[in-house]
């Protein structure tokens, strides 16, 4: 199968719409106010009410407490939660416990170290993104996916990092994840996705994966 899609940083309906069309798995909000791309949980919640129970909504945080990640899941109808940040192992349960939605660890990759680091997360999904100094994500940025083979965990993988139309199927190929992540890649500016783009990026998912297992 191929991969599923979750088009992250989305901050308008009409965009989120344009993501489920082309295929979303799951459209992505992020509600850490540090993010170019932040949603308000108004902004939010209307996407949610519009593409409730048709895919995973996913609401990103970033050293959030508890009571905030536990208030917007409920606000929003969250079914996924991204700790994007130093949360650890103990936090990402708890969130797991207390809001019912599946987890999704984020990690920034530039050793080895960083893959060792997940090893303690039995989070639903881990997501690993490119490492750049002072930027959390959404960074444009590829990462050096040999660094992979050093992988021992069997958690689904979600690949992310500067993905584009024009390098997923290679990303896609060399990773085999459960699913990819984008974000600037289908941008016209941040937090406004570009429709088209939307749909060349699933498209150039799909066309990834031979006919036989597509």
């Known amino acids: 199968m191929a991969p599923r899609i979750k088009f992250c940083g989305l901050t308008r309906v009409e965009d989120a719409s344009a993501a489920v069309e082309a295929g979303a798995w799951a459209l992505g909000v992020i509600l850490w106010p540090g993010s170019a791309r932040a949603a308000t949980l108004e902004q939010a919640s209307a996407i949610a009410a519009a593409h409730r129970r048709q895919v995973e909504l996913c609401g990103v945080f970033v050293d959030a407490t508890l009571d905030d990640v536990a208030a917007a899941v409920d606000t929003v109808g969250l079914t996924l939660v991204q700790l994007h940040g130093s949360e650890g192992p103990s936090y990402c349960a708890e969130v797991a416990r207390r809001t019912g ?65 024009e390098n997923v199927a290679d990303a896609i190929a060399a990773v085999q994840p459960f699913a990819v992540d984008v974000a600037s890649g289908v941008e016209s500016a941040p937090g406004i996705k570009d429709h088209d783009k939307l749909q060349a990026f699933a498209d150039a998912v799909r066309a990834g994966v031979p006919e036989e297992v597509a």
């Open 101 to 165: 939605a599946k987890v999704i660890k984020a990690a920034r990759v530039r050793g080895r170290e960083d893959l060792q680091a997940l090893q303690p997360f039995h989070t639903d999904f881990h997501l690993l993104d490119a490492h750049v100094d002072g930027l959390v994500g959404g960074t444009g940025t590829t990462w050096d996916y040999e660094l992979l083979q050093g992988r021992r965990s069997n958690v689904p993988l979600i690949l992310s990092g500067g993905l584009t139309a």
